[in-house]
């Protein structure tokens, strides 16, 4: 079976969770899984689940727990070297592994804030093993990761509590 690329982009709450369906969805036919996950380092229902499953292999990129715009310019390059090193660790896996479906959680955002270079991710998706299924996800996805993308959903937000001024909450938002 050719392996695809999926794109989950938007605005709207559920990128993340509609990749964690995906995976659920493999696990049922005993897929082996990469998941890695980009610019989020607190904890969260997910991941939680995820490590339990010793058919899914988990890689975090960021330690940070600050968002860019917070961050010092000292931690600011350190934010940048966690994820080069990060998507060059999981491309490391890839090449060892024999897997099935690879997850990669908001790497659009870590691209589109230039902590990951998006011509190495452009150049993988064109490389990538013929048989494996590829997930990116992230806001404001570009026309040349769309144009690679054999399916692309863009998930928009029509309303969010938040506008509200409630704050995420464990286990419905992480």
């Avoid at 980009?38 to 940070?64: F, H, T, W, Y």
């Avoid at 994820?83 to 999981?90: R, W």
Wanted: hydrophobic share 35%.
């Amino acid at each position: 079976m050719k392996g695809l690329i999926h794109i989950y982009t938007g605005d709207g709450k559920g990128k993340t969770t509609a990749s964690i369906g995906l995976i659920i969805r493999a696990l049922g036919y005993d897929k082996k899984i990469l998941f890695i996950q980009m610019q989020k380092a607190i904890p969260s229902g997910e991941i939680n689940v995820l490590l339990k499953n010793n058919s899914i292999d988990v890689l975090r990129c960021s330690k940070i727990k600050k968002f860019l715009w917070d961050m010092s310019e000292q931690e600011k390059r350190e934010y940048v070297r966690q994820h080069e090193q990060g998507f060059q660790d999981a491309l490391r896996k890839i090449g060892e592994n024999n897997y099935d479906l690879v997850v990669f959680d908001e790497i659009i955002g870590a691209v589109n804030e230039n902590a990951l270079n998006k011509n190495e991710l452009l150049d993988f998706l064109h490389e990538k093993p013929e048989n494996l299924e590829v997930v990116l996800t992230g806001r404001n996805a570009s026309e040349d990761l769309i144009e690679i993308a054999d399916y692309v959903s863009e998930i928009k937000c029509i309303k969010h509590p938040f506008e509200k001024g409630v704050q995420a909450r464990k286990g419905v938002e992480y």
